[in-house]
Nanobody, 125 residues
């Protein structure tokens, strides 16, 4: 299973970026795709997740209302549209997929077995 994240960059506060996560490999691993982020000196934290076979989406309180997760099943790609960026959104962003389709805690990184390489998002004026 491979996950490739891209789309990061430098953006001014209030700006927008769209991250992409392209998945390949075992179909079961596409069941849920999650986004996490890790800022320097901080622990990795949950950002958002989406179920592949439905429209259920999940967000952390810190990004709810500003970020939108979506997917294109035909392209095996999950997007994270980030609007209203803030300096505190600065982090390396990772997409991840679990190795099972049951008992998944979408908010916990321990539920995810496969991780992409990360893409850096920097929000600064």
């Amino acid at each position: 299973v491979q996950l490739q994240a891209c789309g990061g960059g430098l953006m001014q506060p209030g700006g927008s970026l769209r991250l992409s996560c392209v998945a390949s490999g075992r179909a079961l691993s596409f069941y849920v795709i999650g986004w996490f982020r890790q800022a320097p000196g901080k622990e990795r934290e949950f950002v958002s997740a989406i179920r592949w076979s439905g429209s259920n989406t999940y967000y952390s309180d810190s990004v709810k209302g500003r970020f939108t997760i979506s997917r294109d099943n035909a392209k095996k790609t999950v997007y994270l549209q980030m609007n209203g960026l803030k300096p505190e959104d600065t982090a390396a962003y990772y997409c991840a997929a679990p190795s099972r389709t049951y008992n998944i805690n979408y908010y916990s990184e321990t539920s995810y077995a496969y991780w992409g390489q990360g893409t850096q998002v920097t929000v600064s004026s």
